[in-house]
């Protein structure tokens, strides 16, 4: 097996991100909650997406792109981290976004405006006609270019979450459970592998967010990581444990989600977003009631980030 050290990396964040412990939050759910911080990752205003784009901006790099294309809804987290890292690396981000959600300057896109990204808005949720775009500007503008999935979950962005199981487990501390939003899948898909390799032991629930076929993807995104790793491993459906959290749809607040982020701010003064780790720590807390943790058991809850699209949702 391939060491993940083995493969390209640009530094983007600071990292390990802390691991504290909830302390009101294991008070009431009489268990042991753990916060992983990659709300506190480093760049922009933090989030998951620094650990993928680490890896997969290394590979721009190493390619010699000079223009990184990405895509997302208005609000993406990830299109603002992308053009912010591209920035940082002297490339040029163009974001071509799905004309979906709150597209004002607010949010992500008030940061991206901050950055003088360039933003393009295409009316299509067809991810063939955004990769067409994309080349369309690429061929116009003559430069070499990168293009980057949704989300950044691929198998390489993919790389960046087993790393976080490889530091969790380097922290030194054991987890029974570890919970994560799943979006596009490439976290929760990564957390997993990782998990299996590093944190032996450890159950790993992915929190679904959106409604797309996640009993595929996520063992799809762990076999392809997986391979790039050569590591000798078989995914099964015990590797990874998911749960739909979406409610009436991505990116449109649920009730369970607003009640889970306004719990985390009154009891630990840390913020959730609705759209992804409000939802997921709704999840937590399903699993809580279900009586899913023991009294002893530690439980690792990964905050994900989401502050750049917070301030774009309305909560009503
Ligand atoms: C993108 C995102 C997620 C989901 O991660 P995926 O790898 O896309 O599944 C979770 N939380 C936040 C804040 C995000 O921006």
Do not use: W
């Not at 490339?91 to 008030?110: E, H, S």
């Not at 990564?190 to 996520?218: N, S």
């Not at 995914?235 to 009640?259: F, K, Q, V, W």
Request: glycine content about 12%.
């Amino acid at each position: 097996m391939k060491s993940l050290d083995q493969f390209p990396r640009v530094p983007l964040g600071i990292f390990p991100t802390p691991v504290q412990k909830l302390e009101n939050i294991s008070r009431l759910l009489r268990t042991n909650v753990y916060v992983k911080r990659d709300d506190l990752t480093g760049l922009g205003l933090g989030g998951n997406k620094v650990r993928k784009l680490e890896f997969l901006l290394a590979d721009a790099r190493d390619k010699g792109a000079e223009i990184v294309f990405t895509t997302g809804g208005a609000q993406s987290n990830h299109a603002m981290l992308t053009a912010a890292a591209a920035g940082k690396l002297g490339m040029q981000a163009i974001l071509v976004l799905k004309n979906r959600g709150v597209t004002g300057c607010v949010g992500n896109q008030l940061l991206e405006r901050l950055m003088g990204t360039d933003v393009r808005f295409v009316d299509t949720d067809d991810y063939a006609d955004i990769y067409a775009e994309m080349d369309r500007i690429g061929a116009e503008l003559g430069k070499p270019y990168y293009k980057i999935p949704c989300g950044g979950s691929n198998a390489l962005g993919t790389l960046g979450y087993v790393a976080c199981a490889r530091e969790i487990a380097e922290q030194g501390e054991a987890f029974d459970h570890i919970i994560c939003a799943e979006g596009s899948g490439g976290t929760m898909a990564g957390m997993a592998l990782g998990a299996k390799l590093f944190l032996k032991g450890t159950k790993v629930y992915g929190m679904m967010v959106d409604r797309d076929p996640f009993d595929q993807i996520t063992p799809q995104l762990m076999k392809e990581a997986a391979a790039l790793l050569e590591a000798p491993v078989d995914i099964t459906p015990e590797d990874y444990h998911l749960r739909d959290m979406c409610g009436p749809g991505y990116a449109i607040p649920s009730e369970a989600g607003n009640a889970a982020v306004s719990l985390m701010a009154e009891q630990e003064g840390l913020f959730l977003d609705p759209v992804y780790t409000g939802k997921a720590f709704a999840g937590l807390l399903e699993l809580a009631r279900e009586g899913a943790f023991a009294e002893r058991d530690r439980v690792l809850f990964l905050h994900s980030g989401g502050a750049g699209g917070l301030f774009a949702v309305d909560m009503q």
